[in-house]
């Protein structure tokens, strides 16, 4: 005779279904916590939560007791204040990348950014404390101009929060890895023979891809660095700038 036993998984201990769940993304948590009441109240565990908050905002996870914002230290699987504190913070920092986002398309030159405006604009997202997250959220977007999806690149590279692979491998989950953009650069001309040679113009279309792999390593170095030294002006853009003389003439008061 064929005897079956029914079973649940909310025959499981709890210990058990939270350790499986934290494994879970939050979107995969999100979608698990639709499923019934059970699921939902398990799932607004701060066991879970507190890890996932942690992870995504590790620039924030050390805090002291007077902090408000932050549930106290006890965490067990009955509490669920975690997750507002979670959903707080990520509404927080949706909006400040949408500061971001409006800064760099409201400039009048829409189309390319100098060296002062997207270094401005990296620092800005270094004081608002974006974890590599929220770049991949709301400015890995496709839709967004190649521009902004540079800018969350340099971010990145520069705060050093991901190896190259693990940004890779975001942009071409958020399908914005092979995007190209233009980088042109102008150089101090070199002495020789007691005479000073004239200044040196490069422009190159590079893909976000190939910046972040190292293949295009003195592109990537320009545009960490900005003007400096004997590197006059830097610029991006969405077009090729053949059709702007870049020279000492134009370089803009920094």
């Known amino acids: 005779m064929n005897c079956s036993i029914p079973f649940s998984c909310s025959d499981l201990p709890h210990d058990i279904i939270l350790k499986i769940g934290s494994y879970l993304q939050v979107t995969d948590l999100c979608a698990l916590s639709s499923c019934s009441r059970f ?24 805090f002291n007791g007077d902090n408000t914002l932050f549930p106290d230290a006890q965490t067990d699987e009955t509490s669920q204040k ?19 986002i409006a800064f760099v398309t409201e400039l009048p030159a829409a189309l390319s950014l100098e060296a002062s405006e997207y270094l401005h604009a990296v620092e800005t997202m270094r004081s608002m404390q974006l974890g590599f997250q929220d770049v991949e959220l709301f400015l890995f977007k496709p839709n967004l101009s190649v521009l902004l999806n540079l800018v969350g690149l340099i971010y990145c590279i520069k705060q050093h929060m991901k190896p190259g692979e693990q940004v890779l491998d975001a942009m071409r989950r958020c399908g914005v890895s092979e995007q190209l ?21 490069v422009s190159r279309q590079v893909s976000l891809a190939d910046v972040v792999t190292g293949k295009e390593e003195t592109v990537l170095r320009v545009l960490q660095r900005g003007v400096v030294h004997e590197v006059l002006r830097v610029c991006i853009s969405t077009v090729d700038l053949v059709c702007t003389p870049c020279t000492s003439s134009t370089i803009r008061n920094y």
């Open 181 to 201: 953009v233009w980088v042109k650069w102008l150089t101090l001309g070199r002495w020789s023979r007691g005479r000073r040679m004239r200044d040196e113009t």
């Open 39 to 62: 699921w939902r109240e398990l799932c607004a565990s701060d066991i879970l939560w507190e890890p996932l908050f942690k992870e995504r905002w590790p620039l924030l996870s050390t």
């Open 82 to 100: 975690w997750r507002r504190v979670y959903v707080m913070q990520h509404m927080e920092m949706a909006s400040r990348a949408s500061e971001v």
